[in-house]
């Protein structure tokens, strides 16, 4: 990618986990998300009406409201909801962005995508760096905190939005595409808003916080994030969640005063490494698979034998 691409992803992404953060402690999660998909859809949707960009139909609109489904409302329901149940911003970001471990091994399951040495090694770096951004909050005397079972769920959902968007919708505009997506992730945040306790703790730092996560992160973040996948594929574009969780740490720790500690520092370095190893083995790996000279030497071997059999 781009670095261009590559920093804007990065950080609008990561600005998304302080601010939900910020607008679950000032409102009901469900209710910020109820806002959240439905301002976002308008605003997208518009934008992709304004732009006259070619909206999916039939089974195209069905694929896109699949992903809809996984990437935006079984992550963010389940996010929300960690975040309610105490998980801190950071920690978040760091199960979250296990994504890329998630996404290549869907992807090599159901696209076939190869993953090379230099791709694994990338994976297992990707794996510390995030680790090593929170250690001190993924350690502790309780063990594992039970939101991180409602991240885990979130990551899912991420990963499989992903590697379902790169199969079925890379075609479709990311406006009308994430436009959909927000309509109908809409539908579950709405039933699960009226079902469940509604309280406005703090009115003002509400609104400022649900206008950051709609028009940063769910409107320019996500659709960043989209965009992304359809130019690059999904499994580059989840490496980037390796350098994610420190940037997000950075960013919790300016906006809500949470320390930064060394591993934050040390999850930089290690993701940087993981996005810049899987970045060279997605590019030596599409090499060999469009050198010409490569698919003339596998005929030159393959000729020989076929040909005894057809002339026989």
């Excluded at 950071?90 to 994504?99: D, F, I, K, P, S």
């Excluded at 791709?119 to 990707?126: F, K, P, T």
């Excluded at 959909?180 to 699960?192: C, F, G, T, Y």
């Amino acid at each position: 990618m781009p670095i261009q691409t590559t920093v804007a992803v990065t950080f609008f992404y990561a600005l998304g986990y302080p601010i939900g953060n910020m607008a679950v402690n000032a409102m009901s999660p469900m209710a910020v998300l109820a806002f959240r998909f439905g301002l976002a859809g308008v605003i997208l949707g518009s934008w992709a009406t304004l732009a006259k960009v070619r909206w999916p139909k039939g089974r195209l609109l069905g694929h896109v409201a699949v992903t809809g489904l996984l990437m935006q409302a079984v992550q963010f329901c389940a996010l929300y909801l960690a975040i309610q149940h105490g998980a801190p911003a950071v920690l978040c970001a760091v199960v979250v962005a296990m994504n890329p471990v998630a996404t290549a091994m869907l992807a090599a399951a159901f696209l076939k995508d190869r993953l090379t040495p230099l791709r694994i090694l990338a994976l297992v770096l990707g794996v510390f760096a995030v680790l090593a951004a929170c250690a001190s909050r993924l350690i502790s005397e309780r063990g594992v905190d039970p939101a991180v079972l409602l991240l885990l769920v979130a990551l899912v959902g991420l990963a499989a939005g992903g590697v379902y968007q790169q199969r079925f919708c890379a075609d479709v505009d990311f406006r009308a595409s994430t436009a959909v997506q927000n309509a109908v992730a809409l539908i579950p945040a709405v039933a699960l808003t009226v079902t469940t306790p509604f309280a406005v703790h703090d009115p003002t730092k509400a609104a400022f916080a649900v206008a950051g996560v709609v028009l940063l992160n769910a409107t320019l973040g996500v659709s960043l994030y989209v965009r992304a996948i359809n130019l690059h594929g999904a499994a580059a574009v989840s490496m980037l969640f390796c350098v994610i969780p420190a940037v997000a740490g950075v960013l919790s720790w300016l906006m809500l005063g949470q320390r930064v500690d060394v591993g934050v520092g040390v999850g930089l370095v290690l993701g940087a490494v993981a996005c810049w190893l899987n970045s060279r083995g997605s590019r030596s790996s599409k090499k060999r698979q469009d050198d010409p000279r490569r698919d003339g030497r596998r005929q030159d071997r393959v000729e020989p034998v076929h040909q005894p059999a057809v002339a026989g």
